[in-house]
């Protein structure tokens, strides 16, 4: 067993590829992520930086968040930021802003299927009464360009969907399964076409092949700021030490899950 506090590495400890061979073909690349008993396979705790994490949406668009190197409340160590633009239209903001993860949560990322994506998030100011709240708030955002034959696709999870249903500034702690059926949704790409909860081949191929992920920071119609802290994405753990979150093999016909008949 590695040593403490090796062993408790904030995020996997490596990762590699494989491929076998009966001497006439090879198979597809085999993907091997090690862990801590955490089971984190990766993290920003924010403990020296702000980790990379951009802000999207805002006025200036692919700005760096704003570091805070203290404590306050059960943040320690964290990024924020502070909406700066507002396009209200039928009395909602229309240009919501995000924090945006850095390039070590992008890519295949298939091993977190079943897990949680977790982060603690509150706010510094801003009005979250109900009736100043933005309509329709998706949490989170995650995209893959590739997917769909290059077409692109975008799944987003409610905030409605959450445990909580809502966020009112107060510091909140959010969980979300990463598994198809858990609340996800399928960005349409259409108005007159509802959005849908998206099949396991689509959410596996999603993360499979990230493009971006973003979290949500703009939740009222006026201004705000919003912290976060102790962004991990967790394996979920099986029995006698087993990892429960792995692909299915009807999801396996390819790397990046395209072959999927799931």
Known sequence: MRPTPDRLLNGEWSR???????????????QVVLVSPEKKVIASDFSFDSDSWLVAGNRVA?????????????????????????????DNDENKWFFQAPAKYLGWQGIVYKGFLEFTMSSFSGDFSAGNLNSDLNLIELHCSKCNTNKGVTLVFPLSATSQGAFTGVTTKFSVGMEEGK??????????????????????????????????????????????DNVNWRMEAGGKGLVGSQIPFCAQGSADASVCNC
């Open 16 to 30: 590699f590829s494989y491929t076998v061979s009966d001497s006439v073909t090879n198979s597809e690349p085999g």
């Open 62 to 90: 692919n700005t760096p968040v704003q570091y805070e190197a203290s404590s306050r409340g059960s943040l320690n160590h964290y990024i924020y930021a502070t909406d700066d633009t507002l396009n209200m239209q039928d």
């Open 183 to 228: 609340g996800w949704l399928l960005d349409s790409k259409n108005t007159l076409v509802a959005w849908a909860p998206p099949t396991r081949c689509e959410f596996i191929e999603v993360i499979s092949g990230l493009s971006s992920l973003k979290i949500l920071g703009d939740f009222t119609k006026w201004y705000e700021s919003i912290s976060v």
